[in-house]
């Protein structure tokens, strides 16, 4: 039976690869959508402003032919060269004169009723539609120019109506010029229909682009999904591929750089945990054997028993110290460089190191240079290898310490004249838990030392030979400006 927490969980994970899967189709219906609505908002502003234009050619056509007429009122009769005396003479010959396009048709009307046609070539015939005629016919006994538009069952139409007056004999008649509209609006169709079908297919082009574009500005995000699923607790090597120098590319390096730290933290706990459980597992069992055969009523069991079990409480209190260093030496601010006097650091250290056992302490190497450098741990780690050294030397032998710079490195070393490491024991000595021939210490001092020089930037050189001594030597770079 699934409980309410794995519910939940799988309801999370569900929900999260929905919300990944809609971040894309999000994006790509946004950008088709704005731009179907910019092609949309483009062809209705170019419509109304067609639509404008027309009505505006219209509007000029018909004032033109008012004014042809009345031009034509002011001219002779051809056939008598007298002027018109007659509104029928004056209407016949603007009919003959009238040129019509093929969405436009005239008519004369003498006397209340249609007297005068276009010519039977003229392909639109306005006389045919009762509706305006009807319409048109009490306008043409008025004095002045009427324009006006009609809706009929043959079609929207506009007009103009021009009266003709003879005050001399009282004879009236009039033009009228129509223009088809419906037949004006068809041909902008074919335009407006060229450009639906280039917006559709600009429309589905962009969509094919902005899918392309989209899935490769998302492909860093699908990348950190797959390598953070791709991380278990056993492996967080994992990391993402960068590639260019955008912003996802940076949030990409900033992954990588948390990865790190993870890795780096979950090392240094399981190095910790494994530290632990092999270094303080033989003081335990050391502890817990003498107290289960003491003799409680044998003083001199008793007082024994508590001597070696408090050497053995020491010794776990040093491991516990050496293992929280090496834990911290993993974090940041392990280290806090500040301005130092290297050789004012190294008469403090040398003066600190001749109380660990008596040794013939020679100072051979003062580097008069100031460096950026934690002064703490760097004596912490010099003095651990003073210990080293007085650890596995004779008493009265010569032990040497100094320091110097080595040309873009300071190098602080100390020397003895023990009993060695040997070849195959020097690379492994500054590892965790590893201890020499002698077997003694805890194995985490030296890579206490080497932690530390780590934490400045450096590194830590081991030269030896059985028998003859060992010198080891802290090696920290120094900035240009720090050098003398």
Do not use: C
């Not at 000029?60 to 002027?83: K, N, W, Y």
């Not at 741990?377 to 009265?396: C, P, T």
Request: aromatic fraction near 4%; charged fraction near 25%.
């Amino acid at each position: 039976m699934r409980t309410k927490a794995s519910r939940l969980d799988l309801d999370w994970h569900t929900g999260h690869m929905e919300r990944h899967v809609s971040i894309r189709t999000r994006v790509i219906s946004a950008v088709v959508l704005l731009t179907g609505l910019a092609l949309a908002l483009s062809g209705v502003l170019v419509y109304l402003q067609s639509q404008a234009s027309l009505q505006s050619r219209v509007s000029a056509d018909l004032a033109r032919v008012a004014d042809e007429i009345e031009l034509l009122a002011a001219e002779l009769d051809p056939a008598t060269g007298e002027p018109f005396a007659d509104p029928e003479v004056l209407l016949r010959a603007a009919m003959e004169r009238e040129v019509h396009l093929p969405s436009e048709g005239s008519f004369a009307v003498l006397a209340g009723r249609v007297r005068f046609i276009s010519q039977p070539a003229v392909r639109f015939r306005p006389e045919k539609n009762p509706e305006l005629v009807e319409a048109v016919l009490p306008l043409t006994t008025g004095d002045v120019v009427v324009f006006g538009e009609a809706e009929t069952a043959l079609g929207g139409v506009r007009y103009v109506v021009v009266p003709v007056r003879f005050p001399e004999t009282g004879a009236t008649g009039a033009m009228v010029h129509v223009v088809d509209m419906d037949a004006e609006r068809a041909l902008l169709r074919p335009t407006f229909t060229t450009y639906a079908l280039v917006a559709a297919g600009s429309l589905v082009l962009v969509a094919m682009l902005i899918a392309l574009l989209v899935g490769r500005l998302l492909r860093p995000i699908r990348s950190m999904r797959e390598t953070v699923e791709r991380i278990t607790e056993t492996d967080i090597s994992q990391r993402v591929p960068i590639d260019g120098t955008d912003d996802l590319s940076a949030l990409a390096a900033t992954v990588n750089g948390m990865l790190d730290r993870l890795e780096t933290a979950v090392t240094g706990q399981r190095e910790l945990l494994d530290d632990v459980g092999h270094e303080l597992r033989t003081p335990l069992t050391i502890v817990r054997g003498h107290l289960e055969l003491m003799d409680a009523a044998d003083p001199e069991d008793v007082a024994s028993s508590r001597a070696l079990v408090i050497d053995e409480l020491d010794r776990m209190r040093r491991l516990v110290d050496d293992l929280l260093t090496l834990a911290k030496s993993e974090q940041r601010g392990f280290v806090v460089p500040t301005t130092i006097d290297v050789a004012r650091l190294t008469d403090e250290t040398l003066a600190k190191a001749t109380t660990l056992g008596a040794r013939h302490w020679v100072l051979e190497g003062l580097a008069d240079v100031e460096a950026s450098l934690d002064a703490q741990r760097v004596s912490q780690a010099w003095l651990q290898l003073a210990a080293n050294a007085v650890r596995y030397s004779a008493e009265g032998s010569r032990i040497g310490m100094g320091s110097g710079v080595d040309g873009g490195d300071l190098r602080l070393w100390v020397r003895d004249e023990g009993v060695g490491i040997a070849a195959e024991e020097q690379g492994r000595v500054l590892e965790r838990a590893e201890r020499g021939r002698s077997g003694t210490g805890t194995g985490l001092g030296l890579a206490i030392v080497s932690s530390i020089a780590k934490a400045h930037g450096g590194r830590v050189l081991v030269d030896s030979a059985e028998g003859v001594g060992t010198r080891v030597t802290i090696v920290v770079p120094v900035k240009e400006e720090e050098r003398p």
